[in-house]
């Protein structure tokens, strides 16, 4: 797979189509991988898909050896691997989704760099739709059927929404997240503009104080790539829990993810139990968003991702809305949120950080009634990317940090400006050299 241009993704540019003659000797190539195949497969689907091949070449023998492979080719991903699905993600690092909206339409791709793209790949009828649909679906052990007309399914880094009729009038519909391929890290969140290194050494000190965190933004705004960069500034000797989806976005060593009846809210439960330093969930959407804001009212701070395409009071309605459904009296837990923001195709930025002080902790005596029991002030110390330098003196998480470590408020401030100019130095290094360098900082302390 290959880009051939700013909107149009190609396999085989310049690829001459079949002709009958080669389309009778790719079935017969075709009947020969299924026979050789049914006899006993390789468990590796790499080397399957190699002798898949290598079984097409043999049985296209006669034919121009340049046609011969490229033929090969799609026979190997026809009958072992998921068709055009497949052939698309071999190039899974520089796509985000495939989007099918309907069986035979051509399939548009998301890319990291150029954004939507259509490609010159589709299913020949709905029946092959459903047929590599349900491939990766069956993994999951689940299935696309009348029965069963909307599936979801999460396998190897791919997460996968399908319908069909009576729910999508086209006939098929699919939607294929990809993840696993993005970087994560604090050299990344730098080196990509996402974040200053004045905003990252504030976030990080906020981490530090222990405030309760939540990354919002829109669809594929770069939360959880921010979420999941962030856990770098947590020391390694802390005990931290993650809870997410079946596919693993964040990866950490305690990663409790959501399999079979077990649900996320019941995850988070049993996490409590653990006396983790600190929570960790992929992303909020439900019930058990309720059960991480009363841990946190134990003494349990949490770092969480949830979509929200506002600011700081919308966050807070939400939080407070069905399906999520928080407690009034432990809404109050909520410290900071970091608002997320795609400012073209290829750059998202940490656009804005809200503070917010609450009556019922007696950090306030006025702001937005939330009921007739507590109200909010919120302070936002990050705007359209920058540092609010003159509110750091009167900030929340300053205070909170030189209430943990027994420092003035100056000094917090001159910590933050301190981290500000080892993270300038990190950037030029590695990830792994500047986690490595963060940690000894942390060690040092």
């Known amino acids: 797979v290959r880009q051939k241009d700013l909107c149009t993704y190609a396999i085989g540019y310049g690829f001459k189509p079949i002709s009958p003659a080669e389309l009778r000797q790719a079935e017969i190539a075709k009947a020969a991988i ?77 890319t990291v760099e150029y954004g939507m793209c259509q490609t010159n790949l589709r299913f020949t009828s709905a029946e092959w739709f459903r047929h590599f649909i349900n491939k990766i679906a069956n993994e999951a052990e689940k299935e696309l059927s ?42 990344f969140l730098l080196n990509s503009n996402t974040a200053s290194e004045e905003v990252l050494a504030y976030v990080w000190l906020a981490i530090d104080s222990g405030v309760n965190l939540v990354v919002a933004g829109a669809p594929a705004s770069g939360k959880t790539t921010l979420l999941g960069a962030l856990i770098g500034f947590i020391p390694r000797f802390k005990r931290l829990v993650t809870i997410e989806e ?32 600190r929570l960790i969930v992929g992303e909020i959407r439900g019930e058990e ?67 917010y002080r609450w009556l019922s902790r007696a950090e306030t005596l006025e702001g937005i009634d939330i009921n007739a029991e507590n109200s909010v002030r919120i302070e936002e110390l990050i705007k359209g990317g920058l540092l609010n330098k003159e509110a750091l003196p009167h900030s929340k998480v300053v205070e909170a940090y030189a209430i943990k470590k027994g420092i003035s408020k100056k000094q917090a401030v001159r910590e933050l400006e301190k981290r500000a100019k080892l993270l300038k130095e990190l950037s030029a290094k590695s990830a ?11 060690e040092a302390l």
């Open 34 to 110: 299924i026979d050789e195949l049914a006899a006993g497969s390789d468990p590796i689907s790499t080397q399957l898909f190699e002798k898949a091949q290598k079984i097409a070449m043999t049985a296209l023998s006669q034919m121009d050896p340049h046609r011969a492979q490229l033929i090969a080719y799609l026979l190997a991903h026809d009958t072992v691997g998921y068709g055009p699905i497949s052939i698309l993600l071999e190039d899974r690092t520089n796509l985000e989704e495939i989007e099918i909206n309907a069986p035979t339409n051509p399939i548009a791709v998301h």
């Open 246 to 277: 079946d596919i693993k976005e964040i990866l950490f060593e305690n990663n409790f993810n959501k399999y079979g009846g077990v649900s996320v809210k019941e995850q988070v439960i049993n996490s409590l139990r653990m006396r983790p330093d």
């Open 432 to 442: 792994s050299e500047a986690l490595e360098e963060i940690q000894e900082y942390e």
């Open 146 to 187: 009348e029965d069963s007309p909307i599936v979801d399914a999460e396998v190897e880094n791919v997460r996968l929404h399908a319908q069909t009729r009576p729910y999508a009038q086209s006939g098929g519909m699919a939607s294929i997240r990809i993840s696993g391929g993005k970087a994560a890290s604090i050299s």
């Open 289 to 355: 968003t309720r059960e991480m804001f009363a841990g946190a009212n134990l003494g349990i701070p949490f770092m969480t991702t949830m979509h929200s395409n506002q600011g700081a009071p919308e966050i807070i309605k939400r939080l407070l809305a069905k399906p999520m459904d928080v407690d009034p009296r432990t809404i109050s837990m909520l410290d900071l949120a970091l608002y997320m923001k795609q400012v073209d195709i290829a750059h998202r930025q940490l656009e804005s950080a809200y503070e």
